[in-house]
């Protein structure tokens, strides 16, 4: 009786506590994460392998303070990301989850979304210290999910990944794994704004 051919499950985490926040309208637990990823595995087009691994993807917190604009209060920025801390501690303790960490960069501070679309729309809000948001950037993440991928295409340790992402970065390497042999699978969580470079890259797309 032959083996099972295996998949690796690979979150790009910042895309997917995205996508559910937007769902939900708060940060994620990780159960529900976990849940997603017993949804996806349990996928009619996955149906055929076994689960080697899930990747949680994320960078860790900027560990610094900065003053912030107008009220010059200084601000501890890690602790704004407090509850996304304990997400990815909680998953590092789940069965088959193992966390890859980028790092975060500090770029100042900017006018939150919310204020910004005021002004589109010919408004004049009022400016308070509270109008404004860390500009935060990950770095690192991309090419962890890269390096991971060519890992598991050149070792053979998995005959397919399934990757939750809609960054368009990520078509580099999903093209390297079809051409080492694997069968590439993309979930997208319904976000509309996936770019067809990326979808080109896939064998299939699971919606």
Sequence with gaps: MGTR?????????????????????????AEQIESLCRDLIRHDALEQYDLYRIFFYDAEPYEGESERPISKEEVILSALHADAVKLRRTLELTPNFTIRRGETSFRGWTLKRTV???FARGLTPEIT????????????????????????????????????????????????????????????MGFKGIRPILKAHADVVIQ
Aim: glycine fraction near 6%; avoid cysteine.
């Design 5 to 29: 051919p295996r998949l690796a499950l690979l979150l790009d985490g910042a895309f997917v506590t995205g996508q559910l926040k937007t769902t939900n309208k708060s940060l994620p637990t």
């Design 116 to 118: 910004i679309r005021k």
């Design 129 to 188: 210290a509270e109008s404004f948001s860390p500009d935060l950037i990950q770095k690192g993440v991309d090419m962890r999910i890269g390096l991971d991928i060519a890992a598991l295409a050149l070792k053979r340790l998995v005959q397919a990944v399934l990757l939750v992402t809609g960054d368009s970065d990520m078509a580099p390497a999903m093209r390297f794994a079809r051409r080492e042999g694997l069968r590439v699978y993309l979930h997208t």
